[in-house]
């Protein structure tokens, strides 16, 4: 089968189509064949080794497809069933073996493109706004990287939820999909010199309850700086690098705030509460809470030019990875 694999960490060119042998599964296990992987920030934390993975492997960890083969004492799903996962290595490729309890049925009106759209960034927001920090009607949150993939589904939910949306983004036509998606303010990061302020100036002169964060180095100072006495910050992501180390004494000096650095893997981590959170995230789809867009699909010989489209942040909304090779064509219509 076709996989892409990587022999070294490195940039995105290290990202190699291969011919490799297809995988069987073991006990406990299934085979699924993969009709799409969703392309996250994490795929690019493998691939540079800021997160090691033993050489070679094949990124992607968050897939559908359909169950064509079962390990002994698999009883969680069957062969034909509809399926979708997260947090599991391996999907960039046309098939993935994947512990069977960890797979999500699908519904019959969510489609693959969907499940392997929203799953891990939708099961992440779950938890972000109803565990991290549980947003409360009437908060006003500061979003950044608000017309990201997670930033459109974080601005979706917590606008459904009550909650005022202060985002940031990069450029004016990313600030008209964070509007769209429900962002009472937006403020264009290049264009304050003191983003800080600039949210104070939008909440009234206050600084906020809680900072979402999902793009480290670059915005964590001011996400600190943004906060009220006891507020939060939730930082979920490093998009622009690892926040350097600190003293705790910055959190008291802030007023006595608080800062997780929250994993998925530990929100999902008995087979319940996963099915728990995708039965929400699949919901909130159906309701139109959650509004899903997918705004790329690469081939497997164009995993590489997806993540350099990723991290260049030329991208909005959701990238998929479709080993079907006429996701070319579809891709080139939805960009057009």
Known sequence: MRAIQVYEVGGPEVL?????DQPRPGPGEALVEVAASGINFLDVYHREGRYSLPLPFTPGSEGAGTVVEVGPGVADVAVGDRVGWVEIPGTYAER???????LVPLPDDIGFETAAAVLLQGMTAHYLVKDAYPVQ???TVLVHAAAGGMGLLLTQLITHLGGRVIGTTSTTAKAELAKRAGAAEVILSSAVDDLAAEVRRLNGGQGLPVVF???GAHTFDASLASLRTR????????ASGAVPPFDPIR??????????????????????ELLRRAADVFEWVRSKALEITVTGR?????AAQAHSDLEARRTTGKLLVVPDAAAIGRREETQS
């Not at 690469?298 to 164009?302: M, V």
């Open 213 to 215: 964060d999902g793009v």
């Open 251 to 272: 959190l008291a000096h802030g007023g006595s705030l608080t800062l997780i650095r929250p994993s998925l893997g530990d929100f999902i981590a008995d087979r319940s």
């Open 137 to 139: 009607g009437g908060d």
């Open 231 to 238: 507020g939060h910050l939730v930082l979920f992501g490093a």
């Open 298 to 302: 690469y081939a497997l010989s164009e």
């Open 96 to 102: 993935a073996v994947v512990d069977s309890s960890r």
């Open 16 to 20: 190699q189509e291969a011919v490799v």
